[in-house]
Structure formats: structure tokens, C-alpha cells
């Protein structure tokens, strides 16, 4: 039976102990409490982390609309000397007016990102703001010092002044926070299926989301159960939409998105007859996680020449109980990756290419995205041909950190706002927003950035910016509508400004991998991965000659991809205040008229040559000659 909904019941309680590593602070914690009513969190911080310049807890978390006042206190010894104890807030004696003060940054405050002096932020309400930043919804604390390594809470001395006297709240500091939420979000029922977060990316878009049965499950959803596997609304004309069960399983899908003509016919050929074999869509989200290289096949091995992708998402959301591990990511390789000129992006299509598209163990592809981290911002989709798998796709921007540290992070990009959902479907999808935006975060820490290194081609001339907002770098790529299909790609090399760790170590790039994308996926990677593409036995060329394969591909030949010709320069810019972008700018669904001539030129020429020596072929080429 389908399950009703669940009522949203505002901010849970929460409890959150952090253990700073390799610091003489000890144990610090975090502790959040809701009111009954669920309008109210109050949160409070004892001994925050005084040895570097900034930390972030990430078990605070704060939502657009919530109105927030701070209040802090207590002391901090900074070193082992005499007279070491300052205020937290408003230290006083010597280089005071430079050092010893308590740091914040809550999400829009300070409007630019980075972290201010607490003591300019307590007592007044400070409203979060919508949308929030990019990644950014948890508070970051720190402290100002010239040297970390001596700092923390023990040896407690009364300080300069006495400032730090027990009987003048000399005791370790601490900071407090009262969160109230915004009457403008109340609690709702939502269906199993409907996407939820709290955060959104600098487009308006969906950060991490899951869908709402994850939010009060431990488990993910089962469509064939909650949307009976999305019967269609007249078998006859499989555009006319499906069904979503009963109650729906979701109230904010946007469409679907099926195969026509010979692709309809194999489409439907694993699957119950009256079911969904395509796309149901809801809207552009954004994912961080590990990614895995997934395999390329070829439209004649019955592919839809899309590249694929597993991305694992850090937050183990928008996830089905068909596939509860990783989403995928897919993106159609003539319309874009052969397209590209920039040297990591070539050398990743020959390293394809040389498997001809199989995603193996230690293969070229594979060795050069394997566990690596991930942002990904594409169209929130069920692909449901066989079982229903959540995808991004199409995907609408990438970027992938290669490699790198502090000194040299290296990360590869490409990004769009135009594409189809590959085999199975029938459009093009627009999503109407320029400039797009795509976030990398830094090191923890990071305080600035420089560009060491640029590699960014595009097939037309158009801007991109870049700024520093909230601890990484913005990019912004001004595409134009989508029907003008620009597209920019490429890589970038940073060199980023961190502070000095505690004891002289290295600021370690995992910590912000950890937080932002989750732990290493190497254990939940299968050791040989299979193929992308669908599951049939069939394929379009079964039972035909080498020779005669050589010729309906020559038959079919198109010329050679452009290459994007323009180079482009990515420029620093400073930061600004987030755009008022309505949330999930709309995506319109076009007949994609090109892509449809080019897959029935490809099914004739199949047909022609099969003729009756595959007759399971034979209602699809029928359907192909209508």
C-alpha cells in the first residue's frame, strides 16, 4: 500500500560534539534544543576551537527566513605566559586592537562570506537570507591570533586588567544563539517523493536534496509501490503523462520525458507494457559527492552515445531503493564532450575512447576520476526503463577536482544550460537561467584565492567571473538563453590563502572533502564496473558483418565535431550579495527535432541492413517507417 505523507515538524532536536584533533583547547561542544512548538532553536558553543582561524559546525545549521541573536562571553588563554587571558569578545592590553578576538560568520553575515569579529554581530537580529549561499548554511567560528599554538583553555590567569577574573565570566568561552523560524515556511504535507532542503546553490536550485520519504525513513523510496511504477495516462500516446499512485507519490514533478518511434519500441521491450519507460522530471538540483567513471557506448551498441557517471552524494539523498548508492549523471557525448578542446578534457575523451567507452578496473577513464570529488548541477530525474534510478540528466554544469593541495588544487569544469535526457526521450530541456553559477568549495579555512593556472574554452565568446564568497570560489558563466546552446569548458589550477594550521601541520584538503563530498567510496566501487547504457541482450548491430558495420557507420558519417574555438578568460571579480533568483528558474521541454531526424536516419540504415535476420527488430523498424 502506498504511504501517506508525513507532517514536516520543523527543526528536530539536535545534539552535535565535535572533538578538535591536535589541539590543546580539549573537548568543545555544540548543543541545539527546539521549543515545543518547533519556532524557536537555541544553540550554544562551549570552548570553540581557538587554534585556527576558522572552524565550521556543521551541526548548526540555519534555514532562509530564520532570525538569529548571538550572544558570546568567557575567556582564552593565548599562550604560557603571565597575564595570557583575554575576552573573547572584547579582549583588552596589549596588540588587542589586532588579535585575540572571537570570529563568526552565520550565513549572509557579513554579506560577503569570510568571518567578522563576533563582538560587531551580538545582540541584534541578523535574518538569514534567501536564497542562502552557495554550500553554505552551517556557522563557522574562529579566533584572531598571530600564533595558534599555544592557545586553549587551560592554566586559566586572570588576564590584563583581570579581564578574565571567574567572578567577571573569566571561565572558557562560550557562544549562544536563539534561531527563530520564519512563519513564512510552516509545517506542510508533502508527498514521498517531493524534493526538500534546507540550502540552496547561488541558482536558486536545490543543494543536496532528498526526497521527503528520506526524511522520515531510514530507508529510501520504492516507486514501484508508493507511484505504482507510473502507469501511463493512455498506452496509446505514452506523452499524454502517467499516474503517480494514490495517494500521488509526488506533487512537484514537472513532466516526463519518453523515446519516440524506433528508440519507443526498444524502450518499452524489458518492461511491463503500461509503464513509465523514460524520464520523470522535477526540476535543476545540485549534488556534491564522489564520482565514478560509469562507460560510453555507442548508439550502435544500441547506447544513446551519453557519457555516465555514478555520483555518490555526501548526504545520501534523492536516492531509490532500486539503486540506494549513487545517482546517475549522464550527458550526451555528441553535443558536448566532442565538442571539447581544453587539454584535461581531451585527454580524458582519448582515455575513453582507448576502452572504447568501458568503465573497467585501472582503466584510463576510470584512473582519472575514481572517488574524486564532485559538483554536479542537472536535472532531478527517475529514469525508469527498467527498475527507476535517480538521475541528473541532463546535467547542466560539472566540476571535478582532479588533484592538487592548498598550493595547486586542480579541478575540471564544463557547463551548459541546454540538453536531452538521451535514448529513452524525445526533448530538449532549457533551463532559463544566466549567468550560471558553479561553486567550488576550498580547504577548510580557505580564506582567498588566486587562479595559477586556466585552461576555459567555449564554442562563443561570453564572460565568466569568478569571486570569492563563503570559503571557495563562484563562478559565473554568462551563457546567454539556452537556445543560443553555449557552453564553456575546461580547468582551472588554485592556489588557495589558508592559515597556519596548529603546530606547523599542513592543512589537510580530505577535511574539506570529508565535509563537503563524504568519505572515500574505493569500498562500495564494485572492482570492475559494468558498462553504461541499457541492459539488453539485443544490440542493433547483432548477427551483422565487421565490413558491414564499417558501413552504415560510413553511411551515417557526420562531419567532424567543431571544436570549441574560443579561449576565454576567467576573471576575478568582487564578490556580491546573492542574486534574488527564484528558486529552480524554470526548464522547458521542447520537441528536439534534430535529435529525433538524426536517431531515425540511424534506424533505417540498422533496419536496412537487419532486414528479417533479426526479427526482434522487426516491430521497432516498422514503427521507424511511420
Known amino acids: 500500500m502506498p504511504m501517506t505523507a508525513s507532517r514536516w515538524k520543523g527543526l528536530p532536536f ?18 541545539c534544543q527546539d521549543n515545543p512548538g518547533h519556532t524557536v532553536t537555541t544553540c550554544r558553543v562551549d570552548r570553540p576551537v581557538v587554534t585556527q582561524r576558522a572552524f565550521q559546525y556543521r551541526g548548526i545549521r540555519f534555514r532562509p527566513g530564520d532570525v538569529v541573536t548571538i550572544s558570546a562571553g568567557g575567556c582564552v588563554q593565548t599562550g604560557n605566559f603571565a597575564a595570557a587571558g583575554r575576552r573573547f569578545v572584547n579582549p583588552t592590553g596589549p596588540d588587542a586592537d589586532r588579535f585575540y578576538h572571537g570570529l563568526i560568520r552565520i550565513p549572509g553575515h557579513p554579506p560577503g562570506g569570510g568571518l567578522v569579529r563576533i563582538q560587531t554581530l551580538l545582540g541584534r537580529p541578523l535574518t538569514i537570507p534567501s536564497p542562502l549561499p552557495p554550500g553554505n548554511s552551517f556557522l563557522s567560528l574562529g579566533y584572531e591570533d598571530s600564533d595558534y599554538r599555544d592557545n586553549g583553555y587551560a592554566n586559566h590567569d586572570d588576564g590584563p586588567g583581570g579581564q578574565c577574573r571567574l567572578d567577571r565570566d573569566g571561565g572558557p568561552a562560550w557562544v549562544s544563539f536563539t534561531i527563530r523560524h520564519s512563519a513564512a515556511t510552516p509545517a506542510v504535507d508533502r508527498a514521498p517523493l517531493d524534493l526538500v532542503s534546507a540550502d540552496l546553490d547561488a541558482n536558486g536550485a536545490l543543494l543536496n536534496p532528498r526526497f521527503f520519504w528520506e526524511t522520515t525513513h531510514t530507508d529510501h523510496p520504492n516507486t514501484s509501490v508508493l507511484c505504482d511504477g507510473f502507469p501511463y495516462v493512455a498506452r496509446s500516446d505514452e ?7 494514490a495517494p500521488p507519490c509526488t506533487t512537484d514533478a514537472s513532466g516526463i520525458d519518453v523515446g519516440s518511434g524506433f528508440n519507443a519500441v526498444l ?8 509503464k513509465l519507460h523514460g524520464h ?9 559527492g564522489r564520482i565514478a567513471w560509469a562507460g560510453h557506448t555507442d548508439w550502435m551498441e544500441k547506447g544513446d552515445g551519453d557519457y555516465s557517471f555514478r555520483l555518490f552524494p555526501a548526504r545520501g539523498g534523492m536516492l531509490t531503493s532500486d539503486e540506494p548508492s549513487a545517482i546517475g549523471v549522464e550527458f550526451d557525448a555528441e553535443a558536448t564532450v566532442d565538442h571539447f578542446d581544453s587539454e584535461w578534457w581531451r585527454k580524458f575523451r582519448d582515455a575513453v575512447d582507448k576502452t572504447q567507452g568501458a568503465a573497467t578496473e585501472n582503466a584510463g577513464a576510470s584512473l582519472m576520476i575514481d572517488d574524486h570529488e564532485a559538483v554536479v548541477t542537472g536535472l532531478a530525474s527517475l529514469e525508469a526503463e527498467h527498475e527507476a534510478v535517480s538521475e541528473l540528466h541532463p546535467v547542466y554544469a560539472m566540476a571535478l577536482h582532479t588533484s592538487g593541495n592548498a598550493t595547486d588544487d586542480r579541478w575540471a569544469f564544463f557547463v551548459r544550460n541546454w ?14 537561467i544566466s549567468p550560471l553559477s558553479l561553486f567550488i568549495p576550498g580547504p577548510e579555512g580557505a580564506t582567498d584565492f588566486a587562479l595559477a593556472g586556466q585552461d576555459a ?27 543560443s546552446r553555449s557552453m564553456a569548458e575546461g580547468s582551472v589550477h588554485i592556489r588557495w590563502t589558508v592559515p597556519s594550521a596548529p603546530r606547523g601541520l599542513p592543512i589537510a584538503m580530505g577535511r574539506r572533502g570529508v565535509a ?34 564499417a558501413q552504415i557507420r560510413r553511411q551515417l558519417s557526420q562531419p567532424r565535431p567543431v571544436k570549441n574555438n574560443h579561449s576565454l578568460l576567467i576573471v576575478r571579480v568582487a564578490p556580491t550579495l546573492p542574486s534574488p533568483v527564484a528558486p529552480g528558474a524554470r ?38 517507417r511511420r
Open 587 to 624: 526548464v522547458r521541454a521542447v520537441l528536439d527535432s534534430a535529435k529525433l531526424e538524426r536517431e531515425n536516419r540511424r534506424a533505417n540504415a540498422v533496419c536496412a541492413a537487419q532486414r528479417a535476420n533479426l526479427p526482434s527488430l522487426t516491430a521497432a523498424c516498422a514503427q521507424a
Open 239 to 245: 506523452r499524454k503523462g502517467v499516474r503517480l499512485g
Open 14 to 31: 539536535v545534539l552535535a560534539l565535535v572533538y578538535p584533533t591536535n589541539s590543546p583547547a580539549g573537548i568543545q561542544s555544540a548543543v
Open 516 to 549: 563537503n563530498f563524504g568519505p572515500s567510496i574505493r569500498s562500495r566501487m564494485p572492482s570492475h564496473q559494468p558498462n553504461a547504457g541499457r541492459a539488453e541482450d539485443l544490440t542493433l548491430t547483432a548477427g551483422l558483418t565487421a565490413d558491414r558495420i
Open 457 to 483: 574554452r567555449a564554442n562563443k565568446d561570453f564572460a565568466i567571473r569568478a569571486s570569492f564568497v563563503d570559503g571557495g570560489i563562484l563562478m559565473k558563466f554568462d551563457l546567454g538563453p539556452p537556445e
Open 280 to 288: 520523470v522530471n522535477w526540476r535543476p538540483v545540485t549534488v556534491t
Open 267 to 274: 524502450c518499452r521491450a524489458d518492461g511491463a507494457p503500461d
Open 419 to 432: 540538453g536531452n535526457q538521451g535514448f529513452c526521450s524525445s526533448d530538449q530541456h532549457f533551463w532559463d
